[in-house]
């Protein structure tokens, strides 16, 4: 069983816990994920790890409320136990001495930015990091992604912070500015990642996304979070989930993500009238 030590909401839908578990913070990588259940019964959820602490055996992780597990997941509190924490997973990210390197985050994929941000940072790197939300106040861990960063530039849909904008603008302007990027990492929403992608192949920027396929056991066995890269077939939890966002295949992945659309909204509507909030 695993501790709920901290948990707190930082914006509409979006969670953020410490939980306890020694033998994944002692082990994992900037870029690796775990997958956790609420009980016995529970989803299988795949979560990145946005940070950890080793000497404390203390993970954290950082969620949205999209279906019936994460909505589940979002009513526990301190002091109670999530029935397991599988990991680490996923190959970890390439981080070492690039140069100058652009991290490009969106929504709740800026917690997974974080720690591959944070080790490039303490590696040497010049760190630009660019943050995108429809507002302000979606933007989550700026103040902490500042502090890695040698310049963080934010870009919202509604120009209520930074750039109006999205987060292909803020690159196009560092590139138009002089500045020469030599690695790019993208985190997001997929369609975020698809036009940082293809924005970053017009500069010359060779960049890697984490993709977020629908996934099941973790650990390569199942398939089904398969992704078609460079033309060949690979399984984002063993293979990734970090891959080269030239050779993702965008299209098929976005329309994989909606296989189970309508499945999802019926589990949710069925959980939430369970429990009287609708």
């Known amino acids: ?70 909505y589940e997941m979002s009513k526990m509190n301190v002091g109670d136990f999530l029935a397991d924490v599988v990991g680490p997973l996923g190959t970890p990210s390439e981080v070492k001495k690039h140069g100058t390197v652009l991290m490009i985050g969106g929504g709740v994929g800026i917690a997974a930015l974080f720690p591959v941000l944070k080790e490039l940072k303490k590696l040497g790197n010049k760190v630009i990091t660019i943050l995108g939300g429809r507002t302000s106040d979606l933007v989550i861990m700026k103040d902490e992604c500042a502090e890695y960063s040698d310049e963080l530039i934010i870009t919202t849909d509604d120009g209520t912070a930074g750039i109006k904008g999205v987060v292909t603008d803020g690159m196009k302007m560092l590139v138009e500015r002089g500045e020469h990027v030599d690695y790019a990492w993208a985190i997001g929403p997929t369609i975020m990642m698809k036009f940082a992608a293809l924005t970053a192949k017009d500069l010359n920027i060779p960049i890697w996304v984490s993709l977020n396929p629908i996934m099941v056991d973790g650990t390569g066995m199942c398939g089904a979070c398969r992704v078609t890269v460079n033309g060949n ?46």
Request: hydrophobic share 35%; net charge neutral.
């Open 1 to 70: 069983m695993f501790e709920i030590l901290e948990k707190k909401q930082i914006v509409p839908k979006e969670y953020d816990m410490w939980v306890k578990a020694p033998r994944v913070a002692s082990h994992v990588k900037p870029g690796q994920f775990v997958v956790v259940r609420t009980d016995e019964k529970g989803e299988r959820i795949p979560l990145t790890v946005a940070d950890f602490n080793r000497e404390d055996g203390r993970i954290r992780l950082i969620f949205q409320t999209v279906g019936k597990s994460t």
């Open 233 to 278: 077939i690979k399984f984002a939890c063993v293979d990734g989930p970090e891959f080269d966002g030239h050779d993702v295949a965008w299209s098929e992945l976005m329309t994989r993500l909606k296989q189970y659309k309508d499945q999802e909204k019926i589990s949710l509507e069925k959980y939430l009238t369970e429990v009287g909030e609708m």
